[in-house]
Structures are given as C-alpha cells and as structure tokens.
C-alpha cells in the first residue's frame, strides 16, 4: 500500500468527539471522517414493553479533561479526555456520523456493552464466546460507523437494548458493578479504530512499443511491477524484454506509483525489443483504571441499564483487511453527577429532560426506523434494570407505568500518527486490542486446539505413567 504520510487528528469540535485524516492536497487519498455526540433524551418507561427511539433533546455539553484538570481527582485527569454532566436517573444515546466505515467499541466502565464481556478476559470469556459460537449467536463486541447511526443502550438481545441511564458510582445499579461486583473503572471508555483510507485511481496513458497509445487507471498503491503485469498482458509483450519511463526515466519494478512524481492523464512509455528473450537474469520481486472509591463516588455516574428499545446492532460487514489494524484511538468518557460538575466548572447545569409520560402527554413522538435484522447482542441475562433493583430494593412497587407517544418512521434520527491537541487519548490505550469477528473466531480455535492437545498429551503422560509403575511391579 502507498505510504501514508497524513495523519490521524482527534479533537473536541462543537460538543462532539471528531476523528479526521485530512490528506495533502498531493495525496492519493480520500478524507476520512467520524462524529461521535451524546445526545439528552427521554428516560423510556423501564417495564417489560419495549419503547421505540426516543427523540434528542439537545447535545450533552463536552468539556476537555485537560482544561479542567487541576479541579478532578488525578486519576481521573491523568486518563485525559472528556467529560460532560448528568443528572441521576436521566438517559442518553449515542450518535455516529461518519464517511468511511469506523469500528467503535463502547465500554461503560469496564464493561462492553454490546458484548457484555469485561474488559479484563479469562477462561469464562472463552467458555461463553465457544457457548454463543456453537449455538449459532454472532460474538461481535463492536458496532461499525456510518452503518449504525446510534446506540440507544447495552445490547441486551437481538433487535433490544436496555437504555443508558445514570445512576452514581458504588450504588450498585450499574452494568459494571452487576457484572464484575463493583463500580472500579466507571464512566465510558470509546475506542475507536480507522478502515483504510479509500485512494483516487491515477488515470494514465501508456504508449506502446509502436507509439498506440492506451488508457489506464491504476491504483496508486500499485508497484511498477504491477503496473507492468496489466500493461504488458494487455500489449501481449514479454515483461523481461521490455522496460518502462516517464520523461525519460526507468520506472524500477520495486517503486509504488503514488510515490512518483506522475500526475493523472501523464504519459509512460514502454521501450525494448518486442522480438526475442534475454538469457538469464529475473525481474525484482515486487485496564483497568482504580480510582479512589470515595472520590469516585463523589464525581461519578455510572451507566445503568434502564427500560428496553428497539433497535438493532448491525453486524460488520467490512472485510477485516480494511482495517488499519495497529491504530486504536482510546478515549476515555467521564459523567459528573450535577453537584462534581458545578463545583468543578463553576457552570449550571442545563435544565433536566421531561419525564416519557409528559412528553406524550404534549402529543410530541417517539421515532421508528426499519432496520434489518440482526443476530448481534451481548450476554446481559444477570443483569436489572434500574426498576427492577428498585423493586427488589423496596424502593417501588412494580414496573413504570406504560405511554403511547404519536410515532414517527423516520430515514434518519438527527502506520499512520494521530494528532491529539486536546488530550483525548487515554496514554494506556484501548483495554484489549483491535480484534474483528473474525479475529475473536480465530482465538476460539486455537484455545480448542490446544486444549485437544493439552488433553492428549495428558493422556499419554498418565499412560506412561501408568505402564512404567505396571512393570516396575513386576
């Protein structure tokens, strides 16, 4: 492939999370963009209906780590990124806009939330994944941009998902704290990992041994030996009799296109003899974040699942070699409860959102897309939902009451460096790495390889073992 030699930029922009490769004008390549924004919204009844989309009632404000840093807990800061405020028990979604396919992971804590895998794995994680994979489940912890427009909540089964809601840290309502028994990391962690940029074919000319000219178009991350294997096949000339220029230049075979000084609608000739074959010769061969508990507790929300939503979590259908494999820009998201954020802006909080029954109550909608179905979700089964905690706590009694919102169907609902000037990254990076479907199916088959093979060779060791101690006794 053409070496790339722009680069990757993530910046805060207009109260979203911005991924930008922005090519020299000289470039082969095409843009790439990615908007991420955490939209406020409509708690949905938590019950045992399942809700369509609720509407965006504006954009959470992001606020840089970095410029507040001296006012949170180290912790907190020395992770970087940003943070935006919420009240308890107010929901949110997610928005993803994009131009070129994105892999994104969400981690609520450290916990995945269309997987519902901690971001710490074992041997349980592979006895699940083995589980879902035997029985025919999709085993993707990912969703791709510009295919999934939005994440409403965790993926709890398919086409559902239980609503992100805020409720604080060490209260033992959120995802994490259900999954691995505490609130340890807290907050959201965003990773998100580039397909390769598109590239703009190179339109040419070739002028033959006999002055014919043909037109071509050539990828610039084609070789010269590449280039001529298309030429030369269409010129039925032998390639080791012949050789290629440009303004009087040999092109080397081991020298990549878009690395040359040629433009689109140049020139390149081939010279040699058309006849006969030289003798002899070839041609060149092409974590886990611990923060304090109590200062945590103090400045955290943590996701809660809440009531359930339709919507589907599209299954990736990207090629895993369109993926730039060793680039995985980490960010890490923190949610201040209303009292942390005014003490540490000095800001008020925004208005809180109207409760589902009293939006209905003004006729305003709640929102449905056809989507196709999908098999993707995560192993969420011991999880409950905030009313259901509620209820076993005594809190109260029985699920939220129903409401019936005017719906409205809807198309839409509003080696390479990273640049970084607002310190989003997280210096510890993603919490596992890049891996696709593909990838993660992969990793099943070798751990039931070599636990065939473990097994065996135990076998033959206790019968070793055992044929040894039986001729020693006689």
Not at 4 to 16: G, H, K, Q, T
Not at 291 to 319: C, M, N, S, W, Y
Not at 343 to 364: F, H, I, Q, R, W
């Amino acid at each position: 492939m053409t070496r790339l030699e722009d680069r990757y930029e993530c910046r805060l922009e207009n109260n979203a999370i911005a991924v930008d490769f922005n090519p020299k004008s000289s470039s082969a390549f095409k843009p790439q963009h990615l908007r991420i924004t955490f939209h406020r919204t409509i708690r949905v009844p938590d019950n045992q209906a399942e809700s369509q989309l609720p509407p965006s009632m504006g954009l959470f404000p992001l606020y840089k780590i970095r410029d507040y840093a001296h006012r949170l807990p180290p912790k907190m800061a020395a992770k970087g990124g940003v943070f935006f405020p919420m009240y308890q028990r107010e929901a949110m979604w997610i928005e993803f806009e994009a131009n070129r396919p994105f892999m994104i992971k969400i981690y609520a804590g450290g916990v995945n939330v269309v997987s519902g895998e901690p971001s710490v794995e074992n041997q349980d994680t592979w006895r699940r994944r083995s589980y879902l994979q035997k029985v025919d489940k999709n085993i993707q912890d990912y969703v791709v941009a510009p295919k999934q427009y939005w994440l409403d909540g965790i993926a709890t089964s398919p086409g559902v998902v239980r609503q992100f809601v805020a409720m604080p840290a060490g209260s033992g309502y959120s995802v994490e704290a259900q999954i691995t028994g505490e609130d340890t990391v807290g907050g959201l962690q965003v990773e998100i990992t580039p397909s390769r940029p598109i590239e703009d074919p190179k339109y040419l000319f070739v002028r033959g041994p006999e002055g014919r000219l043909t037109e071509h178009n050539f990828p610039p991350s084609y070789t010269i030996s590449k280039v001529k294997d298309v030429v030369f096949d269409q010129l039925k000339i032998q390639r080791n009799t012949h050789k290629l220029f440009h303004k009087g230049k040999e092109l080397m075979d081991y020298e990549i296109l878009g690395d040359l000084s040629i433009n689109h609608r140049d020139t390149i000739s081939v010279s040699g003899s058309r006849f006969g074959k030289l003798r002899g010769g070839c041609a060149m061969a092409g974590n886990i974040y611990e923060q304090d508990r109590k200062v945590r507790e103090e400045f955290d929300l943590a996701i809660a699942p809440g009531g359930k939503i339709q919507q589907q979590v599209h299954e990736d259908d990207t090629p895993a070699s369109d993926w730039i494999r060793d680039i995985t820009i980490t960010i890490p998201v923190q949610i201040l409860n209303s009292t942390a954020f005014c003490k540490v802006t000095g800001l008020a909080m925004p208005p809180s959102s109207v409760d589902a029954s009293a939006y209905a109550e003004k006729g305003s909608p709640f929102f449905k897309m056809y989507e196709e179905p999908s098999t993707v979700a995560g192993d969420f089964d011991a999880i409950k939902s905030v009313n259901e905690i509620d209820q076993k706590r005594g809190v109260v009694q029985g699920y939220e009451a129903p409401v019936y919102p005017r719906l409205i169907t809807i198309p839409n609902r509003t080696t390479l460096s990273i640049h970084d000037p607002d310190a989003l990254m997280n210096p510890d990076g993603p919490l596992q790495p890049f891996r696709t479907v593909a990838d993660i199916e992969n990793e099943l088959e070798n751990k039931r390889r070599s636990f065939v093979a473990d097994t065996e060779s135990n076998y033959e060791s206790w019968e070793s073992d055992g044929s040894s101690e039986s001729e020693s006794s006689v």
